[in-house]
C-alpha cells in the first residue's frame, strides 16, 4: 500500500518516471518497494508520520521550501533539518537486509 513521503535533502533528487523532489518539505506518495530503493539510492526521504517530519510546522516547510533559504534559515530550523537527515540516513539503513552468516571453516 502506498505511503506519503516527505523529501529532506538539499539538493533535488529525481525518481524516474514517478517524482521530481524540487523543494524541502515535497511530499509523494510511493509504494514500499519504490521507497526502499530510493531511500538506498540516496534519496532523503521520510515517511509523513516521522517524528523528525511532525518536528517541522506547516510554515517552516513553506518558508524554507527553496533550497537556497536555508542559508538563512535560524538555528531552530536547521537542528531541526539536521536530525530529518539523520534519520532519513537511519531509515534507509533500516532497508538493508541483514547480511547472511558465513559458514565457519572446519
Known amino acids: ?6 523529501y529532506v535533502g538539499s539538493l533535488p533528487s529525481y525518481i524516474r518516471d514517478v517524482t ?7 511530499m509523494a506518495e ?3 518497494d519504490l521507497a526502499k530503493q530510493a531511500s538506498l539510492g540516496g534519496c ?3 515517511p509523513a ?4 517530519i511532525k518536528a517541522f510546522t506547516p510554515v ?11 542559508e538563512y534559515a535560524p538555528k531552530e530550523f536547521l537542528e531541526k533539518k539536521k536530525a530529518a537527515i ?5 531509515f534507509a539503513e533500516s532497508w538493508k537486509e541483514t547480511p547472511a552468516v558465513e ?4
Open 103 to 106: 559458514k565457519e571453516e572446519k
Open 60 to 70: 517552516e516547510f513553506q518558508k524554507y521550501s527553496p533550497f537556497g533559504t536555508h
Open 20 to 26: 521530481d523532489f524540487v523543494a524541502f518539505g515535497q
Open 1 to 6: 500500500m502506498p505511503k506519503i513521503y516527505v
Open 49 to 52: 508520520d516521522h517524528p523528525a
Open 86 to 90: 539523520i534519520a532519513a540516513i537511519e
Open 30 to 32: 510511493l509504494s514500499d
Open 44 to 46: 532523503m526521504i521520510l
